[in-house]
């Protein structure tokens, strides 16, 4: 959906994408009344939350609804998916 093949099947990623560089946590400090500052206790690593703005439209071999159903069945409410990222970086 992006890169040198971005659109060959309709669909291509945005650049407002959201969530998959920055891995949401959350960091738990606990304090007393006569304490200056506070203490560190633990950390949580919260849910990924990964928000991928595409624009679908006509492709040479298929027609935007065509696109649009198979990009919403790529993606499962109750299965895990996977994303590969390739950057030159």
Not at 19 to 27: A, K, Q, R
């Given at each position: 959906?992006s890169?040198?093949?971005?659109?060959?099947?309709g669909?291509?990623?945005?650049?407002e994408h959201?969530?998959?560089?920055?891995t949401?946590v959350?960091t738990?400090?606990?304090?007393?009344?006569?304490?200056?500052?506070?203490?560190f206790?633990?950390?949580?690593?919260?849910a990924?939350?990964?928000?991928?703005p595409?624009?679908?439209?006509?492709?040479?071999?298929?027609?935007?609804?065509?696109?649009?159903?198979?990009?919403?069945?790529a993606w499962?409410y109750?299965e895990?998916?996977q994303?590969?990222?390739?950057?030159?970086?």
């Amino acid at each position: 959906i992006s890169g040198d093949k971005a659109g060959d099947m309709g669909i291509w990623l945005m650049d407002e994408h959201v969530g998959l560089l920055d891995t949401p946590v959350e960091t738990i400090w606990s304090s007393s009344a006569a304490q200056v500052g506070a203490t560190f206790n633990a950390l949580r690593f919260q849910a990924r939350e990964v928000t991928l703005p595409v624009v679908i439209l006509d492709s040479p071999t298929r027609p935007w609804q065509m696109a649009d159903s198979l990009w919403r069945k790529a993606w499962s409410y109750t299965e895990d998916s996977q994303i590969e990222i390739i950057s030159s970086s």
